[in-house]
């Protein structure tokens, strides 16, 4: 604090506050030296004269912070300075630049010879000049707005604890952070970290609080792992997803910086970097000290490895923590029609109500296993059109895997037109599209999608030699295959000797094989190499035949308002309970209760039911059939 800003601050001239410091103020009204004196006095001012009249060491060093409470790194300053024969004089800005600035003059009167100085905000650096006045070096730290500042290097720890979670195979990796100095910093390193392991940053994965946003995104496994910048909030996120009963690291994974004064804890012991406070405070108070006394000499930066307390909330991601289901097939946009009577030859028909859904069969399993609470991935095309991206929004919503999804270009994305009428029974035409370019190079280009897969669910709306590829290649991986022949007329060899279960339904099973009864057609494609064959019959149930056994299982009694996706909603319910370990006839009759429920809303992905809703009213009309 200079003598020109004690009179800027009284309100008086220069030789004003002079003749008051000199006790030359006979002239001066008592009044003008009382507020004189009362800032010379807050501002701990003495003349420089004094100051300087001194030119020996005091082994003082002057610690400046924003705020002394649960400073960590001061413990590390004052154990160096005891060290090193110095004593620390410690002066708190409480955030407010006018004690940062009264701290300064304090500390000059001290005569200290250095500084570590913790600015308020840049607009604090105009005080420097007092230090460099008196000839006192000075250190800045803990400031990442100012230029050579000494910092703990957070961007280089948030890039660590990302890239345990990148180690672990997780791409879904959200950042939950608290305002605060570390914040951008922080945020720079997650960034980083993202970029360099080719992930891409999404702006809508970094939160400030724990949202409801959050949570149900970690709810459907599109958020797998979350690195924290401060502990309390890791904690804090700890205890919400506990008491909702979510496993952690089986559902999420958690991993967070941590201050190192900060106790241990038995429980939860949450996966962490320790922030080394205490090494930095030592580093700080000898590199000042290094200042003072060798002042020609470098000094090296503050370097230091950060080590991670544990794995214990580390793990590898929900999503490949279970087998999953790969759908091939066909994707569209469906365009509803309800009319009041089908339309027929020569005649038309009035529609009451239009809509459309992201639609096909690849579309609407994927997503009816998806709500039934598998992991599910999806092959097919699209085109390069806004239908597409209806297409990839929805898969994002149910956490679907997109990757084995290409985009053709001069192509439209394939649309399915249905036709519904009041009772529920349907028309449907299709319009191909990017579903006719569909190959065998598509599936070679996704095989490794096919590791881990335990259900290969495949139709022939799409190309058969596509299909048989994706068969082929499910069986390479150890996976069973589930057919729906749509839309064709005749089935390959090659593709039916790759097929554990066939499911058509009644008019597609007389179209592929004319001849016979039920048995008959069954045992036809027994022959032909598939292992089991379920031919559904709408309101009268289906039919099951394989090697072993036969028999014919009930339609449950539901109001059916529009069956068009009932097929869909049957085969993924199939496939997902036989995943989850139910013999082939119990699977089958949970798969007829989702069936039954799709039938009694418009539409087919608005109509597939999900798993909480399904097994509780299965609870209540046949409970047992839940037992495996």
């Not at 009319?339 to 399993?365: C, H, M, R, W």
Request: aromatic share 8%; with cysteine.
């Amino acid at each position: 604090m200079t003598i020109r800003e004690i009179a800027e601050l009284a309100g008086v001239s220069i030789s004003t506050v002079s003749k008051i410091m000199n006790h030359k103020d006979h002239s001066i009204s008592a009044e003008t030296r009382e507020r004189v004196l009362k800032i010379v006095k807050e501002f701990n001012y003495a003349p420089y004269s004094n100051a300087m009249s001194s030119n020996s060491k005091t082994f003082i060093l002057g610690i400046l912070l924003r705020s002394s409470n649960s400073n960590l790194t001061l413990n590390g300053i004052i154990e160096a300075a005891r060290a090193l024969g110095y004593t620390v004089l410690v002066a708190d800005s409480a955030g407010s630049l006018e004690q940062e600035s009264k701290g300064i003059t304090a500390l000059c009167r001290h005569s200290v010879d250095g500084v570590l100085w913790e600015p308020v905000c840049a607009d604090s650096l105009r005080y420097a000049n007092s230090f460099s006045t008196l000839h006192i070096p000075w250190l800045y730290f803990n400031s990442w707005q100012v230029e050579n500042a000494c910092n703990i290097d957070f961007e280089q720890m948030a890039y660590l604890a990302t890239s345990e979670l990148v180690a672990s195979r997780h791409t879904g990796i959200a950042c939950l952070l608290s305002d605060g100095t570390r914040t951008n910093s922080f945020l720079s390193g997650y960034r980083r970290c993202l970029f360099d392991a080719g992930i891409a940053y999404q702006e809508n994965m970094v939160f400030y609080d724990i949202s409801e946003i959050l949570l149900n995104r970690i709810t459907n496994h599109s958020i797998t792992g979350i690195v924290n910048s401060h502990f309390s909030n890791a904690l804090r996120l700890y205890g919400n997803l506990s008491g909702r009963h979510y496993r952690i690291p089986a559902d999420v994974s958690l991993i967070s910086l941590r201050d190192d004064a900060r106790e241990a804890l038995d429980f939860p012991q949450i996966s962490s970097f320790t922030i080394p406070h205490f090494l930095f405070g030592r580093h700080l108070c000898s590199r000042l000290i290094h200042l003072i006394e060798h002042p020609e000499e470098a000094v090296e930066p503050f370097l230091t490895k950060p080590v991670l307390s544990n794995h214990t909330t580390i793990g590898i991601p929900f999503t490949q923590q279970t087998r999953k289901l790969m759908v091939v097939g066909s994707i569209n946009i469906d365009n509803y029609l309800k009319v009041d009577e089908l339309p027929t030859t020569g005649k038309a028909t009035i529609t009451s109500t239009s809509s459309f859904y992201p639609g096909g069969k690849a579309i609407n399993q994927a997503i009816g296993a998806a709500r039934l609470g598998a992991q599910v991935a999806v092959i097919g095309n699209v085109g390069n059109d806004v239908d597409s991206d209806r297409i990839f929004t929805s898969l994002q919503e149910h956490s679907i895997d997109s990757g084995g999804i290409r985009r053709c270009t001069d192509v439209l994305t394939g649309k399915a037109y249905i036709i519904v009428q009041h009772d529920g029974d349907s028309m449907i035409s299709i319009l191909s599209g990017a579903n006719g370019y569909l190959s065998p190079e598509d599936i070679q280009k996704n095989e490794r999608s096919f590791e881990n897969c335990s259900y290969c669910l495949v139709q022939t709306e799409v190309p058969q030699e596509a299909i048989a590829a994706a068969c082929q290649t499910a069986h390479k991986y150890g996976a069973k295959t589930i057919l729906k022949p749509a839309a064709c007329s005749v089935l390959m060899e090659q593709l039916l000797a790759h097929v554990d279960i066939l499911v058509p339904n009644f008019d597609e099973v007389n179209v592929l094989c004319p001849n016979g009864t039920l048995r008959e057609k069954a045992d036809f494609f027994l022959d032909s190499g598939v292992d089991t064959v379920i031919i559904t019959l709408g309101p009268e149930g289906c039919y099951v035949k394989n090697r072993e056994w036969e028999a014919s299982f009930p339609a449950m009694n539901f109001q059916s308002v529009d069956n068009t996706g009932a097929g869909d909603a049957f085969i993924c319910a199939l496939a997902v309970y036989l995943q989850y370990g139910y013999e082939l006839k119990r699977a089958i009759r949970i798969a007829t209760y989702a069936a039954g429920f799709s039938t009694t809303r418009e539409g087919v992905v608005p109509a597939l039911i999900d798993k909480n809703t399904l097994e509780a009213y299965i609870r209540q009309v046949e409970p047992e059939l839940l037992n495996y």
